[in-house]
Every structure is written in structure tokens, then in C-alpha cells.
């Protein structure tokens, strides 16, 4: 049976809890529309999620509904799941700034070390896809870099899905 999973929180902590309970409630047999409207959040509870999303042994789909910010943006683009857009969704964009790492108490830990390369690894390939489709002006790519906020609108967004390099977009 189809279910479905409106996700429309930030990537905090307790939303695992909630994403963790709805996946034991289903049953052999189901399958999963993840509906994803996030104004971002933690990443290492982004990862979380993407990890429970990418292991279960229910199908999922993953929906891009309205808005995918930040930390949502890197679980659209990087899962490997089945992911389509709901049509006018945008994708706001923002590279990790220097201000935020130096506030992070976990700096030093193999964690934080560990995470930072992996984030540095997704910043790079969101560069280079940015590049390679011209989504940016100059101006919007230099700020992009800097950590500024971006905006990419639908089209933009749906030409990038279109040869993202994982799962399946459709």
C-alpha cells in the first residue's frame, strides 16, 4: 500500500524520532512517498535521515514539495533514491562559512574532521554542477562560494535533477 511522509521541519534532532516511528508502522509490502519541504538544518541529522531513507527495505520516492534549503538541498540532490519535483519547488544553496565552522564546539573531534571533508567533498560537486550548467551569475557563483545564500528556481533545479549523478530522477 502507498503511504506517504510529509517531512516540513528543519533537520533537527528530534525529527529522527519521528522519521524512525513512521518507518516501524509499516508493513511488508508498503511503499513510501517522502515528501520533503525542509528549511534545512543539521547536517549530521540530514545524514541520519538519508541513511535511514537509503537502507530501508521499503521502496521510497522522494518528492521535492516547495522549498529544499540548505541541508534538504544536499538530501534531494545526493540520496540515492527514486526523487522527483513537485513542479515550482526552489532549492536555496549555501556553502558551510567559516563563522559557522568556528562556532562548532565538536572542531577537534574525528566526527566533526570527518564530516567537514564529507561536506567540503558535496560542496565541490555542487560547484562543479553549478558551473557545468550555468545555473549562476558570476556574482550569484563568487557568493555562492563565500557561504551567501542562493537561490536556484524550478527550471534551473529540474536541468540539475535531470543529470544528477544519483538515484533515479524522474
Known amino acids: 500500500m502507498k503511504q506517504a511522509y510529509y517531512f516540513d521541519a528543519e533537520f533537527i534532532e528530534e525529527e529522527i524520532h519521528k522519521v524512525i516511528a513512521f518507518f516501524n508502522s509499516l508493513q511488508e509490502g508498503d511503499e513510501v512517498d ?8 543539521y547536517n549530521h ?5 538519508k541513511r535511514i531513507l537509503e537502507t530501508s527495505k521499503f521502496p521510497i520516492t522522494l518528492i521535492a514539495a516547495g522549498e529544499v534549503q540548505s541541508a534538504a538541498f544536499l538530501l ?17 544553496l549555501h556553502t558551510m562559512t567559516k563563522e559557522y565552522e568556528d562556532r562548532d564546539i565538536r572542531q577537534n573531534s574525528d566526527y566533526y574532521k570527518k564530516s567537514k571533508k564529507q561536506l567540503d567533498s558535496m560542496n565541490d560537486s555542487i560547484i562543479t554542477i553549478l558551473e557545468t550548467y550555468s545555473v549562476l ?34
Not at 541529522?45 to 535521515?49: K, P
Open 34 to 41: 517522502f515528501y520533503l519541504h525542509s528549511p534545512g538544518g
Open 45 to 49: 541529522v540530514m545524514e541520519t535521515i
Open 76 to 92: 534531494f540532490y545526493f540520496s540515492k533514491l527514486n526523487k522527483t519535483m513537485i513542479p515550482n519547488t526552489v532549492a536555496m
Open 137 to 170: 551569475s558570476p556574482k550569484e557563483m563568487q557568493d555562492y562560494i563565500n557561504g551567501e545564500d542562493i537561490l536556484v528556481l524550478s527550471d534551473d533545479l529540474d536541468a540539475i535533477m535531470q543529470n544528477c549523478p544519483y538515484g533515479n530522477y524522474f
